[in-house]
C-alpha cells in the first residue's frame, strides 16, 4: 500500500486524509459514529458541498482507528438504476479485499455464484483489482449475495450511500422497498444514507406511507461554526507564515455565508498566495480572481434561466438570504412583479438548484455565483 505523502496545501478541497486536515464538526463526528456504533442507521442531510463526504470518511476513519468496523463508501450519484448499484457496492465490497491470495479470492467467486466477481491481479503490485458483471434478470439476488456476504463476514460493516435520493429516479420498480426488506434484515450490517436534496429524504424516510419511514436517526449538517474555522484557519496559516485576524476572516465567513467547500476554496487560495498579513483587500481581490475566472460558467447559468428567474435570482443574491420571498416588501424592492409569477420562478429556480432553501431562508446555492450577481 502506498504511504500518503502531506499535502503541500493544508486546505484540501477533495478527499479526506487524515483528522489534521478535517475542521472541526465534533459534535457531528461524535453523533454519526455513537449511532453506528449502537446499531442505528442513520440519514445524513445537507446541501452539496457542505461537508458530508467528508464527516463520513472522518467518521470511517475513526471506527476503522477502532477496529470497530469495515466500512464502504458507495456513490450512487454515478447510478441510474437497480444494476448499476450493484455494481457500484460490488466493486467497492470486493474492491476493499487486502489479501492476494488466490485461493481466497477462488472461494470469493464461489460465494458470489450471480454477481460473476472477474479477479484480477496488477502486475507490477499484485494487488488484486475486481470487476463485476451483474445480470438485469440477478441484480436482486446479487444485491442479496453482497449484504448476505458482509452479514457473514464476522465483523461490523458500515455501508454509506451517498446521494441516496436518486434511486426514486431508477426506471426500476420498488427499489425503495427492495432495500427496505434486505436491510431490516441484517444485524451487523449498518447504513448511512446521504444526500443533498432534503425535501426528497424527509419525505422517503419521514412519510408513513414509504418503506424507510422512521427506520433511521435523521441528521442533519450545517455550516462549521465560524469561531472553530478561525482557529483552524489560523494555526493553518501561522505555520505557514501568514497572519489572519477574526475581523478579517469574519467578513470572509460572512461574505460566503459559511459554506464550507467556498470558504475552504478561499483558504487553499489564500494559502498559495503567502501573503504575510491577510487583509480586507487580499479577501476581496482573491474572491474577485476567482468570480471572473468563473465568469464563463455564470453566463451559462444565466442561460438556464428565463427572465423572471434571472430577476429573483439576483434579488436574492442582493440581499444574500430570504425568508419571505412572497412579502410584498420584497417584492416591490426589487419590482418582481405578480406573486404567482415569483412563485413559479421560485420554483424552478429551486429545481435547477441555482436557489438553496437553507433552514427557510433563500439563498443563491453557489457562492462565488452570488457574488457575480451582486456585480451585475
Not at 450471480?114 to 444485491?143: I, Q, W
Not at 429556480?349 to 451582486?374: P, S
Amino acid at each position: 500500500m502506498n504511504k500518503k505523502t502531506n499535502p503541500l496545501n493544508p486546505f484540501l478541497l477533495t478527499g479526506y486524509m487524515s483528522p489534521v486536515y478535517f475542521c472541526d464538526r465534533e459534535q457531528e463526528s461524535n453523533k454519526l459514529v455513537s449511532a453506528l456504533r449502537n446499531g442505528r442507521n442513520v440519514t445524513l442531510i445537507s446541501p452539496r458541498r457542505m461537508g458530508k463526504t467528508g464527516l463520513i470518511r472522518h467518521a470511517f476513519h475513526r471506527l476503522e482507528a477502532e477496529k470497530r468496523a469495515k466500512c464502504y463508501y458507495v456513490d450512487l450519484y454515478k447510478t441510474d438504476s437497480l444494476v448499476s448499484l450493484v455494481e457500484q457496492l460490488a466493486v467497492v465490497v470486493l474492491g476493499s479485499l487486502d489479501t492476494t491470495k488466490r485461493k481466497i479470492l477462488k472461494q470469493l467467486s464461489s460465494f458470489f455464484k450471480s454477481l460473476r466477481p472477474l479477479f484480477s491481479f496488477d502486475s507490477l503490485t499484485g494487488v488484486p483489482t475486481v470487476m463485476v458483471d451483474v445480470k438485469p434478470e440477478l441484480a436482486e439476488h446479487s444485491l442479496a449475495e453482497i449484504f448476505s456476504y458482509m452479514e457473514q463476514s464476522g465483523q461490523q460493516c458500515v455501508v454509506a450511500m451517498d446521494e441516496f435520493q436518486s434511486i426514486i429516479d431508477y426506471g426500476d420498480k420498488n427499489v425503495e422497498a427492495l432495500l427496505r426488506s434486505h436491510i431490516q434484515q441484517l444485524n451487523n450490517v449498518h447504513f448511512i444514507f446521504s444526500g443533498s436534496q432534503r425535501h426528497v429524504l424527509e419525505n422517503m424516510f419521514a412519510s408513513a406511507n414509504r418503506p424507510f419511514y422512521q427506520s433511521t436517526q435523521i441528521m442533519n449538517l450545517y455550516e462549521i461554526r465560524e469561531e472553530s474555522y478561525y482557529d483552524f484557519a489560523k494555526k493553518k496559516l501561522e505555520a505557514h507564515g501568514q497572519q489572519l485576524n477574526a475581523d478579517v476572516f469574519g467578513y470572509l465567513y460572512e461574505k460566503l455565508v459559511g459554506h464550507t467547500w467556498y470558504v475552504q476554496v478561499m483558504l487553499n487560495r489564500l494559502y498559495e498566495s503567502r501573503d504575510s498579513i491577510i487583509s480586507l483587500n487580499v479577501i476581496d481581490d482573491t474572491l474577485t480572481r476567482i468570480v471572473d475566472e468563473n465568469e464563463a460558467t455564470f453566463q451559462t447559468f444565466m442561460r438556464l434561466v428565463t427572465p423572471s428567474q434571472a430577476k429573483l435570482l439576483k434579488a436574492i443574491a442582493n440581499e444574500k438570504s430570504v425568508q419571505q420571498v412572497l412579502a410584498q416588501s420584497f417584492i416591490s424592492r426589487h419590482h418582481l412583479g405578480a406573486t404567482s409569477s415569483i412563485r413559479s420562478a421560485l420554483k424552478a429556480l429551486m429545481e435547477k438548484e441555482l436557489v438553496l432553501d437553507a433552514q427557510g431562508n433563500y439563498q443563491v446555492y453557489d457562492r462565488f455565483f452570488a457574488l457575480w450577481l451582486q456585480r451585475q
